[in-house]
């Protein structure tokens, strides 16, 4: 049982991990990631580099649905934005691999403050679904603006480089793309202990209020828009990187629903959500691979139907945690920690 | 304009309207959910597929004739309309529109993936039931399915405005899209009217999943034709009839247009621009009522 | 119900602030319509620096309306607002909320989603500098703002209207009395220049109002803040305003001293229409003589 922490100044009350038990946690699960890639086989690096590609941009949804209350349709298509900008630079302009990166995030924030525009005139839903207009003209773009991106065929991407070293193979991009991930997450966390991450939940607390308080709404709704977008359009580069060719149909609608339901299986609102969510979602693919290997014998179109099993439970996850479980696992995992806090006392 | 064609114009117009008239009737059955309960339903374009796949089942699968299969089939959009508001809309009564709208996406991913699973991911043909001999307005050409089409769309747009008007239920229905607190204290039974509007909704959903599929084919991504009605919707205003008929003409045409002399790719961002464009300058539609704010 | 032409200064009743410094709020000619209904007809009063000003009238007389319209919430047809001086009638509402208006809200606009000490802190937001680059790395300014703010608002806010049992809690749990309080302190965390406080004491019980009373005082002495209030509690506005401002159905009906208002005529018979007019007057006498 744990009683309470004391602490004797204002910096410390501040901290994100404010007590020794977290930090000795933190350091734990840090060692624990660095010492994966020399245990894990191919397969489980791929799928935590891919958790880790889901994780940047699905904190940068929560920003955006979690914590400023717009929901996004286009997020993949923000995605889309980052992966073939990074492609582009990378195949026109040789540039180096991480200016490429930020160049992806740029040129994906700059669209979203452009598709957050409406918000000067309108609000919440109506927003929503200027978002699944924005995706479906971005579809568009990629797919018929041929000479650049290459049309339906789309552009295959050179491995990433760093210092000459080629990083080719999940083993390698490891060890970019989970740091990424880490500062993507810290970044967010950061953001929300500023007045920046208070203006954000104020607009999605009340809108109006927020203004009266000296909040100018626009200014914020598009920073917001803008940084989530970043978020995606960094890991687009990336995953143009991870899987070394994008197309069209790399960034479909249902890419986009997929990472709403990470925000909302995880935890609106919280980041430890945006970590949960993108590792459940990316897992649940992957089990239900398992179960239709293990169903396969028993039934022979097992295979054929695992891609609408998927999408039924990406839409079962969605509506459940809305009405069960609205705080998604983030509360679920509090309320786990604080059944250990008071251990023995109450349970 | 080199070698414009009045004729072939007057035609492709003709087509628009047909489409726009289905679109109508998918537009009053988001219109009307919305009118009822609140709720943006994004799941509209599903529940017309599955409409249009349960017809499928009565037709080809069960051979039932058309007289048969379509009842059948509207009744069956309807028990889903009713069984869906039971089942997750009326659990989250109360919570923020926000995240009854993201219930909504997630109903239209269950329902895409549960016709998929039944009835396989590819598109096909529902068995004819309109007949293929052209009709000619003048000297206009218009294919007899979306003539048709139009025409069923009409009368059954028709029959639900005068049921709104005269029938007891659809007094109630306009009651408690006024004001639901004065309606429950007026004694109707508000969340009865709730299901009976998503039930009305899937029946007209249906109706309009039945004509699209018999005019273009079905298959599960068939639901995109709801995200031409909520266009449809936003430009003539979430909670207006009116609108949504008018607007369902406007979009039928600038697709039909956009389809025929940009090219069939062009049809989405025709559609979709004019969306945004509404969005900026329009927000509440052509004939929605804006909200007014309160602290 | 026919407009009614503007006060003239002159017409001032004593009590009214004095023609010599600028006064800390001037409204004049006020009017707004919402399509055919009238919400404000030419309304026009001034708040001097350091006073406490209570807006008082019936229910839908248009108190909390003027008040959207001093924030900027609402914009009115006509009329104009000034600001110690500056027009800002045509400001949008956070460029008022720089200048020095805070307010709090009727019906308790506390965002939900965040602790008592985070919306204080929001309150904050206008004088700081922190952006977004500052604010993802948390590094330099944007720490050294926090820390500074937390300790100003510690010392100057938490200790002052006693939050300190409940800093870390979030304001969905809070009870009603506490959440006005909450309200105040995150409009003080503004470091407002004229505070204007819708209803304070609505819904609360005696001692609580005692309370806030007192909170409100000690705002206007120890801070040296104007106060501009919409109140119903006529106890309160006797007992700790300076002037009072009588709206009915959007107009200025009276202004002045509160014993002066009470013995208007037509302001005893809007909030009584032809009712009891002596028996209100002993009590508010009896209040006054106590």
Not at chain 3, 220 to 247: A, R
Request: glycine share 12%.
């Amino acid at each position: 049982m744990r009683i309470g922490a004391l602490k004797t100044s204002y910096a410390a009350d501040h901290a994100l991990f404010d007590t020794p038990v977290q930090r000795a946690w933190l350091g734990l699960g840090a060692a624990l990631l660095l010492a994966f890639p020399f245990v894990a086989d191919d397969y489980w690096l791929y799928l935590a580099c891919l958790v880790a590609i889901h994780v940047i941009a699905t904190t940068g949804l929560n920003i955006l649905t979690g914590f400023t209350g717009l929901v996004s349709l286009g997020h993949a298509a923000f995605m889309g934005v980052g992966a073939y900008t990074a492609a582009l630079m990378e195949i026109r302009l040789g540039a180096p691999f991480l200016l490429n990166l930020l160049g992806g995030g740029l040129m994906a924030a700059g669209v979203g403050v452009l598709v957050g525009l409406p918000s000067l005139r309108v609000k919440g839903l109506y927003l929503a679904i200027a978002t699944i207009a924005a995706s479906f003209i971005l579809h568009f773009v990629f797919q018929n603006w041929s000479t650049v991106t290459g049309g339906i065929a789309g552009l295959s991407v050179p491995p990433a480089r760093i210092l000459g070293i080629e990083l080719a193979r999940p083993a390698a991009l490891y060890w970019v793309i989970l740091p990424l991930a880490g500062l993507s997450v810290l970044a967010a966390a950061n953001l929300f202990r500023t007045r920046i991450g208070r203006a954000f939940i104020a607009i999605r607390d009340r809108d109006i209020s927020a203004e009266i308080l000296g909040i100018p709404l626009l200014r914020y709704k598009l920073m917001s828009f803008g940084l989530s977008a970043f978020y995606a359009g960094l890991a687009g580069g990336l995953f143009a990187y991870f899987f070394r060719s994008i197309t069209p149909e790399s960034f479909p609608l249902v890419y986009s629903i997929f990472f709403l339901a990470a925000v909302i299986v995880g935890g609106m609102g919280t980041i430890l959500g945006g970590i949960l969510g993108a590792a459940f979602m990316t897992m649940v693919p992957e089990v239900l691979k398992l179960g239709v290997g293990l169903a396969s014998p028993w039934l022979p179109n097992a295979v054929a139907i695992l891609s609408p099993v998927r999408t039924v439970v990406f839409g079962l996850l969605i509506i459940g945690f809305l009405i069960f479980e609205p705080h998604g696992l983030a509360e679920i995992w509090r309320r786990i920690r604080r059944f250990f806090h008071l251990w023995p006392f109450r349970t | 304009m080199e070698g414009f064609d009045p004729l072939f114009f007057a035609e492709v117009t003709l087509a628009g309207l047909g489409s726009g008239a289905l679109l109508a009737l998918t537009g009053l059955a988001f219109v009307l959910i919305y009118k009822a309960t609140r709720v943006v339903n994004l799941a509209i374009g599903e529940m017309l597929m599955v409409g249009a796949y349960l017809f499928f089942a009565f037709a080809a699968g069960l051979g039932l004739p058309a007289w048969g299969a379509i009842p059948l089939a509207l009744a069956g959009g309807g028990l889903l309309g009713a069984a869906i508001e039971r089942a997750i809309i009326r659990p989250m009564l109360g919570e923020s529109p926000i995240a009854i709208f993201m219930v909504t996406i997630g109903l239209g991913s269950v329902l895409v993936g549960l016709v998929e699973i039944v009835w396989s991911p590819n598109p096909t043909q529902l068995p004819d039931f309109i007949g293929a001999a052209p009709v000619f307005l003048g000297e206009a050409y218009v294919s007899r399915k979306i003539a048709v089409g139009f025409a069923v769309a009409c009368l059954v747009i028709a029959g639900f405005l005068l049921a709104f008007r005269t029938w007891r239920g659809g007094v109630a229905l306009r009651a408690t899209a006024a004001d639901q607190a004065a309606a429950y204290s007026c004694g109707i039974d508000v969340p009865a009217v709730f299901c009976a509007a998503w039930a009305l909704a899937g029946v007209a959903a249906a109706a309009a999943g039945i004509l699209v599929g018999a005019v273009g084919g079905i298959s599960p991504t068939m639901g995109v034709f709801g995200l031409s009605a909520l266009v449809v919707v936003i430009v003539g205003g979430l909670d207006s009839v009116a609108g949504a008929l008018v607007g369902g003409l406007v979009v039928g045409l600038l697709e039909a247009w956009s389809g025929t002399f940009l090219g069939g790719e062009y049809k989405i961002v025709a559609t979709f621009s004019l969306l945004l464009a509404v969005l900026v300058v329009r927000p509440y539609g052509l004939f929605g009522t804006a909200e007014i704010e309160r602290l | 119900m026919g407009p009614q032409p503007a006060p003239r200064p002159e017409d001032a009743p004593a009590g009214a602030p004095s023609a010599a410094a600028t006064p800390s709020l001037a409204v004049a000619g006020l009017s707004l319509r919402f399509g055919g209904l009238k919400v404000l007809t030419g309304v026009s009063f001034d708040v001097a620096p350091g006073s406490i000003t209570a807006v008082i009238g019936p229910n839908g007389a248009g108190k909390t309306s003027l008040f959207n319209c001093i924030s900027g919430f609402y914009r009115p047809q006509e009329g104009t607002i000034a600001f110690e001086g500056e027009a800002i009638g045509r400001l949008h509402p956070p460029a008022r909320a720089r200048r020095g208006l805070a307010r709090t809200f009727q019906n308790i606009a506390l965002f939900r989603g965040m602790t008592v000490l985070d919306n204080i802190k929001l309150g904050r937001h206008v004088h700081m500098r922190t952006n977004l680059l500052d604010a993802l790395v948390y590094w330099g300014r944007a720490r050294r703002e926090e820390i500074e703010i937390r300790a100003e608002i510690e010392e100057r806010v938490i200790d002052f209207l006693d939050l300190n049992h409940i800093r870390h809690q979030p304001v969905a749990s809070l009870a009603y009395g506490l959440r006005k309080r909450v309200e105040l302190a995150r409009a003080l965390a503004m470091r407002p220049r004229l505070l204007m406080l819708d209803e304070p004491v609505a819904g609360m019980n005696r001692e609580e109002t005692e309370d806030m009373a007192r909170f409100i005082l000690d705002v206007k002495e120890e801070w040296g803040t104007t106060i501009l209030m919409v109140e119903h509690d006529m106890g309160l506005v006797m007992d700790i305003s300076d002037h009072v401002v009588v709206l009915n159905f959007g107009q200025v009906i009276a202004r002045g001293r509160p014993a002066e208002v009470t013995r208007n005529e037509e302001v005893i018979r809007a909030y009584l229409g032809a009712g009891d007019v002596g028996a209100l007057r002993a009590r508010i006498e009896g209040r006054e003589a106590a």
